[in-house]
T-cell receptor
């Protein structure tokens, strides 16, 4: 079952603008992860945020996690054309050593 | 270089002809998993393995088999492929299942006619 659901499904912005994608999930988690996928290629891990963390940064990426609302957001600042890709959130089962399930993704288009 | 290697990259076959997609990782990861990706449906898990000789069904296991005889290899077997198994398949591995980042292969695009 797909626990994470990204919003919006698609996002189109200009270079230099910020892009925000949201993820909602249904059950408790140990961690939430964000991945990027360039067209037809394998997914690449971006950030892992644990359930006891509220915010995490990596370069131009900022991820927030609100476990009370069961939601997370990914912010890409100062977007570049190379950021054009699909972005997925993924959640674990919340109970020890578990598997990872993915949402359907947000397709981001950054125009020059 | 740390990587997950899938083969083949592209595969066209006919209904009913058994095939195997290989997956190998060189990172000594315990956990390996297979996903399929279809337009509008995102990534759906087929099977996963927590360690050697331990495999479990994911969300869409029907029509697939896996084995984990060695830590580094996790082949996906389609005993009798059907057109609804036409999809983009990804193998992935991690140190500790959902508690650590997944490393993905480059995918296998399978077409069953």
């Amino acid at each position: 079952s797909q626990q994470g659901e990204e919003d919006p499904q698609a996002l189109s912005i200009q270079e230099g603008e910020n892009a925000t994608m949201n993820c909602s999930y249904k059950t408790s988690i140990n961690n939430l992860q964000w991945y990027r996928q360039n067209s037809g290629r394998g997914l690449v891990h971006l950030i892992l945020i644990r359930s006891n963390e509220r915010e995490k940064h990596s370069g131009r990426l900022r991820v927030t996690l609100d476990t009370s609302k069961k939601s997370s957001s990914l912010l890409i600042t100062a977007s570049r054309a190379a950021d054009t890709a699909s972005y997925f959130c993924a959640t674990d089962g919340g109970s020890g050593y578990s598997t990872l399930t993915f949402g359907k993704g947000t397709m981001l288009l950054v125009s020059p | 270089e740390a990587q997950v290697t899938q083969n083949p990259r592209y595969l066209i076959t006919v209904t009913g002809k058994k095939l195997t997609v290989t997956c190998s990782q060189n990172m000594n990861h315990e956990y390996m998993s297979w996903y399929r990706q279809d337009p509008g449906l995102g990534l759906r898990q087929i099977y996963y393995s927590m360690n050697v000789e331990v495999t479990d069904k994911g969300d869409v296991p029907e029509g697939y088999k896996v084995s984990r005889k060695e830590k580094r290899n996790f082949p996906l077997i389609l005993e009798s492929p059907s057109p609804n198994q036409t999809s983009l398949y990804f193998c992935a591995s991690s140190m500790k299942g959902g508690n650590s980042p997944l490393h993905f292969g480059n995918g296998t695009r399978l077409t069953v006619t």
